[in-house]
Protein backbone atom coordinates (compact mmCIF):
# COMPACT_ATOMS: atom_id res chain seq x y z
CA UNK A 1 0.00 0.00 0.00
CA UNK A 2 1.91 3.40 -1.00
CA UNK A 3 0.52 5.37 2.67
CA UNK A 4 2.95 3.02 4.67
CA UNK A 5 6.47 2.46 4.98
CA UNK A 6 9.19 0.39 6.72
CA UNK A 7 12.05 1.68 9.01
CA UNK A 8 14.74 -0.59 9.50
CA UNK A 9 15.55 -0.90 13.28
CA UNK A 10 17.48 2.60 13.70
CA UNK A 11 20.90 2.10 12.43
CA UNK A 12 23.83 3.78 15.00
CA UNK A 13 23.97 7.22 13.49
CA UNK A 14 20.08 7.74 13.99
CA UNK A 15 19.84 6.46 17.71
CA UNK A 16 20.88 9.97 19.22
CA UNK A 17 17.98 11.26 17.17
CA UNK A 18 15.50 8.92 17.85
CA UNK A 19 16.67 8.66 22.00
CA UNK A 20 16.05 12.96 21.69
CA UNK A 21 12.27 12.41 20.75
CA UNK A 22 11.48 10.22 23.06
CA UNK A 23 12.44 12.72 26.19
CA UNK A 24 10.28 15.66 25.26
CA UNK A 25 7.37 16.35 26.68
CA UNK A 26 5.39 16.52 23.18
CA UNK A 27 6.12 12.51 23.24
CA UNK A 28 4.97 12.28 26.23
CA UNK A 29 1.68 13.93 24.96
CA UNK A 30 1.50 12.20 22.23
CA UNK A 31 1.64 8.54 23.61
CA UNK A 32 -0.61 10.18 26.66
CA UNK A 33 -3.39 11.26 24.20
CA UNK A 34 -3.13 8.82 21.92
CA UNK A 35 -2.39 5.66 23.93
CA UNK A 36 -0.01 4.22 20.94
CA UNK A 37 3.63 4.11 21.20
CA UNK A 38 6.24 5.74 19.12
CA UNK A 39 7.14 4.43 16.49
CA UNK A 40 11.15 3.67 15.80
CA UNK A 41 11.11 0.51 13.60
CA UNK A 42 9.05 -1.96 11.53
CA UNK A 43 6.32 -0.67 8.82
CA UNK A 44 4.21 2.60 9.71
CA UNK A 45 0.98 2.98 9.26
CA UNK A 46 -1.38 6.49 8.37
CA UNK A 47 -1.88 7.73 11.72
CA UNK A 48 1.05 6.28 13.62
CA UNK A 49 3.47 8.17 15.66
CA UNK A 50 7.03 8.64 13.94
CA UNK A 51 10.18 10.84 14.67
CA UNK A 52 10.56 13.27 11.47
CA UNK A 53 13.13 15.79 11.48
CA UNK A 54 11.39 19.04 10.46
CA UNK A 55 12.20 22.94 11.44
CA UNK A 56 11.73 24.48 14.68
CA UNK A 57 10.41 27.91 15.51
CA UNK A 58 14.03 29.20 14.33
CA UNK A 59 14.22 27.27 11.28
CA UNK A 60 16.43 24.82 12.75
CA UNK A 61 16.39 21.18 11.81
CA UNK A 62 15.03 19.08 14.97
CA UNK A 63 13.64 15.95 15.36
CA UNK A 64 9.49 15.79 16.49
CA UNK A 65 7.08 13.26 17.21
CA UNK A 66 4.34 13.43 14.34
CA UNK A 67 1.22 11.40 13.41
CA UNK A 68 2.15 10.45 9.83
CA UNK A 69 -0.71 12.19 7.41
CA UNK A 70 -2.01 15.38 7.17
CA UNK A 71 -4.81 16.81 9.50
CA UNK A 72 -8.09 17.56 6.98
CA UNK A 73 -8.71 21.34 7.88
CA UNK A 74 -12.59 20.53 6.72
CA UNK A 75 -13.08 17.30 9.05
CA UNK A 76 -11.70 15.51 11.93
CA UNK A 77 -10.01 12.87 10.06
CA UNK A 78 -6.30 12.40 8.58
CA UNK A 79 -5.84 12.58 4.64
CA UNK A 80 -2.30 10.46 3.55
CA UNK A 81 -3.34 10.41 -0.46
CA UNK A 82 -2.68 13.48 -3.23
CA UNK A 83 -2.48 13.64 -6.94
CA UNK A 84 0.36 15.51 -7.98
CA UNK A 85 -2.06 17.81 -10.60
CA UNK A 86 -3.74 19.31 -8.20
CA UNK A 87 -1.52 18.55 -4.83
CA UNK A 88 -0.64 22.52 -5.12
CA UNK A 89 -3.99 23.97 -4.98
CA UNK A 90 -5.99 21.48 -2.44
CA UNK A 91 -6.10 23.54 0.56
CA UNK A 92 -4.63 20.43 2.90
CA UNK A 93 -2.03 20.17 0.80
CA UNK A 94 -1.31 23.59 -0.63
CA UNK A 95 0.81 25.54 2.28
CA UNK A 96 3.50 21.82 2.33
CA UNK A 97 3.87 21.57 -1.24
CA UNK A 98 4.54 25.28 -1.65
CA UNK A 99 7.24 25.12 0.71
CA UNK A 100 9.19 22.07 0.24
CA UNK A 101 12.76 22.54 -0.44
CA UNK A 102 13.40 19.59 -1.69
Not at 11 to 36: H, K, W, Y
Amino acid sequence: MCTRYFMDDAPSELSDLIEAVMRTQLADQFVRNCGRPIITSGEVRPTDIVPVLAPNKNGARTVFPMRWGFKNPDHDSTVFNARVESVGKKPTFKDAWNHTDV
